[in-house]
């Protein structure tokens, strides 16, 4: 890296919560109450099994790490950072794999 591009600890501590709510809409006068308590990877995995109808209900609590993570994500931003996390263990596993068959040969 040369410092120019943005770096996520996917391993930071983090909590998955829940607004409560009706009709998908969020319950007024509500707190939101925890489902998850691990790590940023934990909570987007978590989160991405739940109907896409419903991630506006849901929040991720983290540690900011800006530019790209901020204390309170939600919505599509969580969206956001979950494909972003895939596209990393991607390009992860297509680099072994890359490495291996050049090993091998």
Known sequence: MDGTEAHINFDAPAVLRKWPSLANQRTEDATPYLLVDGTLYECLRKLMTKPTTTHHLYEIHTAPQPPLVSAILSGEQ??????????????????QISTGLSSSG
């Open 78 to 95: 969580i969206v956001e950072l979950a494909r972003l996390r895939n596209f990393f263990d991607l390009r992860s596993a297509a680099s």
